[in-house]
Structure formats: C-alpha cells, structure tokens
C-alpha cells in the first residue's frame, strides 16, 4: 500500500487548507486512516482518525471544532480539511492507515501499519 499525502502549503493565521492522503495498491475503503503531525524538534503527534465509511472520526483536543476529516471511497482519498490555523499546527502532516478492514480508528500510532511520506503545513503570524 502506498500512500501520498497532498495540499500543504504556507498559509496565513486564520487561514485554511485541505490535505489530501491517497492511496494505491489496493482499496482504500475498508480501512481506517489516521492523520499525524510532527513539528520541528517535537514528536509526531495524533491529530485525527476515521474509520472505514466515514461514519466515526475522532480528534486530538488541540484541533477539535477546526479540523475536520472526511473521505470519498469512490476516489480512494481521505481528507483533511484545516481550519482557523494557528502558527502551532506548523508541521509536517502525515496519514497513515492499518492492515485490517473494518477497524475503529486509533489514536496510537502504533495501530498503523502504513504511512504517506508527509506534507509541510506552515502557518505564519
């Protein structure tokens, strides 16, 4: 499974961005996909999940009310819409997704078995 995440940028406070994580090699549909974020000189961090048909997403606290996570099986794509940025979610944003159809989505990074190589989100002050 390979995974390609898509649509960070510099953006202003306040501004808005939607990242993308699509994937290849097999269908996307079944399974759940998480977001996580790394900024510099931290450690990557759980931002959101979503389960296999959209109907379930779970959110760290730090981006609960601005951040939303949807998908469209039919395209093989997950998205995160970024709203209300602040200079704090400057990060690199990863997505990454797990082995078995049909799961809850996670928090522990640990729980995923594929990742996308990453997308800078840089907001500025």
């Known amino acids: 499974v390979q995974l390609q995440a898509s649509g960070g940028g510099l953006v202003q406070t306040g501004g808005s961005l939607r990242l993308s994580c699509a994937a290849s090699?097999?269908?996307?549909?079944?399974?759940?996909v998480g977001w996580f974020r790394q900024a510099p000189g931290k450690e990557r961090e759980f931002v959101a999940a979503i389960n296999w048909n959209g109907g379930w997403t779970y959110y760290s606290d730090s981006v609960k009310g601005r951040f939303a996570c949807s998908r469209d099986n039919a395209k093989n794509t997950v998205y995160l819409q970024m709203n209300s940025l602040k200079p704090e979610d400057t990060a690199v944003y990863y997505c990454a997704t797990v082995n078995y159809a049909y799961t809850d989505p996670y928090r522990a990074q640990s729980l995923y078995d594929y990742w996308g190589q990453g997308t800078q989100v840089t907001v500025s002050s």
């Open positions: 090699g097999r269908t996307f549909s079944s399974y759940a």
